[in-house]
């Protein structure tokens, strides 16, 4: 799936330090745009490698996959600065647009599976197995939606799933093992599979 040449793929699989740098020094000429002071990890799978986009300081790490599709035809995977992408993670964009925004965190084997744009806010900290998009919500309100919203500052807890154009407010707390199929108010507190709010945050 990398897109790469025979020594793209010896320094896909390059370790330590060393490799660390010789990442750092040749895969930003894959991508669509790359910042200063990106790392990448071993073993990263890219698709469409050109629509995708990192800012400064973003790190991506061991086994990720970033597809910005398979036709390029308007899938695209945009990373803002001081991001981190944690091992195993996948962005997946299927039929529309990955955007995260600055600060964000994705713990280890999250998804975010874009069949419509995604968009992560700002701040944003996602535990470890998070699944965002993907599964399409069949709710009447969600489906008037068009694009799945994490807003700034919005925690996700471990094993936690949002379904594709469910919009959850900024300041919100979605608890462990949540599913998320409708959407949830700013700073609200939700729980459960469908996830309800309990109370606010203020």
């Given amino acids: 799936m990398m897109e790469m040449s025979l020594i793209g793929r010896l320094l896909r699989w390059c370790p330590g330090a060393f490799g660390l740098l010789l990442r750092q020094k040749f895969y930003p000429a894959l991508l669509g745009s790359c910042g200063k002071g990106v790392l990448f990890g071993r073993f990263i799978d890219l698709q469409n490698a ?7 300081n973003v790190v991506v790490s061991n086994r990720c996959s970033l597809l910005a599709g398979i ?16 091992i195993g993670t996948l962005l997946q964009a299927e039929a529309g647009t990955i955007l995260l925004k600055k600060g964000t965190n994705l713990g280890s084997e999250c998804r975010v599976v874009a069949r419509t744009s995604v968009t992560i806010g700002r701040d944003v900290l996602m535990a470890a197995y998070c699944a965002i998009g993907g599964e399409l919500c069949s ?3 969600i489906q008037r939606a068009s ?8 925690w ?6 949002v ?3 469910v919009h959850i407010g900024e300041g919100a707390i979605i608890g462990a093992h949540a599913m998320v199929i409708s959407n949830i108010n700013a700073y609200g507190v939700a729980m459960g599979s469908p996830a309800t709010i309990v109370r606010y945050r203020k």
């Fill in 163 to 165: 379904l594709s154009l």
């Fill in 139 to 141: 709710s009447g309100d």
């Fill in 71 to 86: 036709d390029g035809n308007g899938q695209s995977i945009t990373i803002e600065d001081n991001v981190f992408v944690g």
């Fill in 156 to 161: 996700l807890g471990a094993r936690s799933q």
């Fill in 147 to 154: 694009s799945t919203e994490i807003g700034d500052n919005v």
């Fill in 50 to 56: 050109k629509n995708i986009h990192i800012g400064n």
